[in-house]
C-alpha cells in the first residue's frame, strides 16, 4: 500500500522560506516520477515542480527560480524548497508519486 506523507508546511511572512517533505512508504522514489502541486482557496490543482526517475527537474514559470524539488533517495523522501515566499504561494501542497500516488496535502500560508 502506497503511503505518502506530507510535512514542513505552516505559517511565514513575504519573503520568507519553507522546506516541504513528502515521505514515502510503498513505493520508492527512485524509481518513480515524481511532482508538487498546489491548490490556492477556490482554484483548480496547479503542477508546481517535477523530478524524473533520472533526476531531472522542471518547475512551473510561477515558481522558477524561487522552488527547488529534489529528492534523498536513502531516505525515501522528496522536498521542495521554497525561498522568497510570496502570498500568491499560499496554497494546499500535494506530493505525486508515479502517476496516482497522492499525498494528503498541508497547508503553505503566507501571510503580509
Known amino acids: 500500500q502506497v503511503q505518502l506523507v506530507e510535512s514542513g508546511g505552516g505559517l511565514v511572512q513575504p519573503g520568507g522560506s519553507l522546506r516541504l517533505s513528502c515521505a514515502a512508504s510503498?513505493?520508492?522514489?527512485?524509481?518513480?516520477?515524481a511532482a508538487w502541486y498546489r491548490q490556492a482557496p477556490g482554484k483548480q490543482r496547479e503542477w508546481v515542480a517535477t523530478?524524473?526517475?533520472?533526476?531531472?527537474?522542471n518547475h512551473a514559470d510561477s515558481v522558477k527560480g524561487r522552488f527547488t524539488i529534489s529528492r534523498d533517495n536513502t531516505k525515501n523522501t522528496l522536498y521542495l524548497q521554497m525561498n522568497s515566499l510570496k502570498p500568491e504561494d499560499t496554497a494546499v501542497y500535494y506530493c505525486?508519486?508515479?502517476?496516482?500516488?497522492w499525498g494528503q496535502g498541508i497547508q503553505v500560508t503566507v501571510y503580509s
Open positions: 510503498g513505493v520508492i522514489f527512485s524509481i518513480a516520477n
Open positions: 505525486r508519486a508515479g502517476p496516482s500516488n
Open positions: 523530478i524524473t526517475i533520472g533526476g531531472t527537474t
